[in-house]
């Protein structure tokens, strides 16, 4: 089982002041990619020394995995308030989608960091402590498909989604979501309401490749 500072449900207690250096780096992890970033360019970006940063990071790995468990907390907090109701499943799984392409929008380094954990875990790491944060992690975006997974079976048995592969189905609407992560970038002045539309947008497009009226 992983602890509290690991698990992404349960919320961040900021004590140690760190969700600054999260977010530095998970911007420059977003720009540069992983490799190309060091510890100085995230101090840089932060405005202040390396020291601060080693203060709660051993090395830019270690940073980069706390990123990673940020983006995934961010994304759990955002889809859970909507996976149960009176609602037929479409409409919750809906719901739920919507919430994951907000979070996807709003948080975009973190989610960046989220996507390129799954290439790095593709691809291995180097270490075996390293291949074992790696797989925890993996567990958890399991874990949260899983949410998603299990609304749309639950269409499936009211009637409100028509599928032939409930996991197939819901691997590719993720997928389309997170592919946010690649082209999406906000648009000067953009507000919450354009965020908004765009989401309406693509789960508009997923429920329909779901048969669903939504």
């Known amino acids: 089982m992983m602890s509290s500072e690991k698990n992404p449900l349960s919320p961040r207690i900021d004590k140690t002041g760190n969700i600054d250096i999260l977010i530095a780096a998970a911007e420059c992890f977003m720009e540069q990619g992983y490799h190309a970033t060091s510890i100085d360019d995230v101090a840089r970006r932060l405005g202040a020394t390396k020291g601060r940063i080693y203060h709660y990071y051993r090395s830019k790995t270690e940073l980069f995995f706390d990123v990673h468990r940020e983006g995934m907390r961010r994304n759990f907090e955002a889809v859970t308030p909507v996976m149960k109701g009176p609602e037929p499943a479409a409409r919750r799984l809906s719901a739920m989608f ?11 380094a973190l989610e960046a960091v989220v996507v390129q954990g799954v290439e790095m875990h ?12 790696l ?18 079976y639950e269409g499936v048995e009211d009637g409100s989604i028509r599928t032939s592969d409930v996991s197939v189905a819901v691997k590719v609407a993720l997928g389309a979501i997170n592919w946010l992560s690649i082209w999406y970038r906000p648009r000067p002045a953009e507000t919450r309401d354009d965020r908004e539309i765009l989401a309406d947008k693509i789960v508009g497009s997923i429920m329909q490749g779901l048969n669903t009226p939504e």
């Open 135 to 152: 797989a925890e992690l993996m567990t958890v975006r399991n874990d949260f498909e899983s949410l998603f997974k299990r609304v749309a």
């Open 122 to 133: 593709r691809f291995g790491a180097t270490t075996p402590e390293q291949r074992r944060t």
């Open 98 to 108: 919507r919430q994951h392409a907000l979070s996807m929008m709003e948080n975009l």
